[in-house]
């Protein structure tokens, strides 16, 4: 039962990873190097967009239009979502393209479960946010290879000292 909850909560944390990326990252560029370039952008969307200006010359012209359309309804929402949204800017652009491309794929797997399914995810999720630091630590997962290593270092077999008295003890 346990085992059942965890692997639905970690089910959820998924889903809310994959569903928080912002649409415009959720997608492979067709086309590098088109629409908008950086120098056209004004001052208050070069602002706004500031986490991704790295990433600029990287995204098609779909995924620049998105984040422009961000970027114009950023004045709009209320701090909570600003942060949100720069919060999400920046950790999109720490990831590898190997965590891009899994988060892509993430996404297009919970697109196609059914709404039901989706919906229960959510709750897990939510459920989960609810709960304090200490309570979400227990779900923490060490990556692979440590687990693997700590596999190691366990099976092992231990040194221990030979039976007896030590030989700077003995007397002759």
């Not at 908008?36 to 239009?65: C, F, H, I, V, Y």
């Amino acid at each position: 039962m346990a085992q059942e909850a965890l692997r639905k909560l970690a089910l959820g944390a998924l889903l809310a990873l994959a569903v928080s990326l912002p649409a415009a990252a959720q997608s492979l560029p067709s086309s590098r190097g088109q629409g908008p370039e950086w120098a056209s952008l004004t001052a208050d969307q070069q602002q706004m967009l500031a986490p991704l200006a790295t990433e600029w010359g990287k995204l098609n012209a779909d995924q620049r239009r998105k984040w422009i359309g961000i970027a114009k309804r950023y004045p709009s929402m209320n701090a909570e979502e600003q942060q949100r949204i720069h919060r999400r800017m920046q950790a999109w652009t720490k990831l590898t393209h190997e965590q891009r491309w899994q988060a892509r794929q993430q996404y297009r797997a919970l697109g196609t479960l059914a709404p039901d399914k989706r919906d229960e995810l959510h709750r897990y999720w939510a459920e989960y946010q609810s709960l304090s630091p200490p309570e979400k630590r227990m779900f923490d997962v060490q990556p692979v290879e440590t687990r693997a290593a700590e596999r190691k270092r366990r099976a092992a077999p231990k040194k221990t000292a030979p039976a007896g008295p030590s030989p700077a003890l003995q007397f002759p």
